[in-house]
Nanobody, 123 residues
Framework: VQLVESGGGLVQAGGSLRLSCAAS????????MGWFRQAPGKEREFVAT????????DYSDSVKGRFIISRDNAANTVYLQMNSLKPEDTAVYHC?????????????????WGQGTQVTVSS
């Protein structure tokens, strides 16, 4: 599956952004989907994940209560609604696809990655 992210940009602290990730192919519904982020000089960090049918989600503690992951399987798209943004949320955000059983959260469990979209939160 090929993935293309969009929706990044510059926003003030406290603001919101919605990221989208469009997937190609007819097998989107067989993948668990995840969002990860990577800030300069830091490791890639898990943000959120959603099951293949969209009924189960998981979040990192740093974004829980502020971010919402969702998916539209008819549109082959996964979203990340980001609210109450903080300067420490600044990073390149990547979506990823996994066929690993369960709800994966490790980058090693995801075999397909998008190129990423930059999110910058100013203080």
């Amino acid at each position: 599956v090929q993935l293309v992210e969009s929706g990044g940009g510059l926003v003030q602290a406290g603001g919101s952004l919605r990221l989208s990730c469009a997937a190609s192919g007819r097998t989107f519904t067989t993948y668990n989907m995840g969002w990860f982020r990577q800030a300069p000089g830091k490791e890639r960090e898990f943000v959120a994940t959603i099951s293949s049918v969209g009924t189960v989600t998981d979040y990192s503690d740093s974004v829980k209560g502020r971010f919402i992951i969702s998916r539209d399987n008819a549109a082959n798209t996964v979203y990340l609604q980001m609210n109450s943004l903080k300067p420490e949320d600044t990073a390149v955000y990547h979506c990823a696809a996994s066929r690993r059983y369960g709800l994966p959260t490790s980058p090693a469990d995801f075999g397909s990655w998008g190129q990423g979209t930059q999110v910058t939160v100013s203080s």
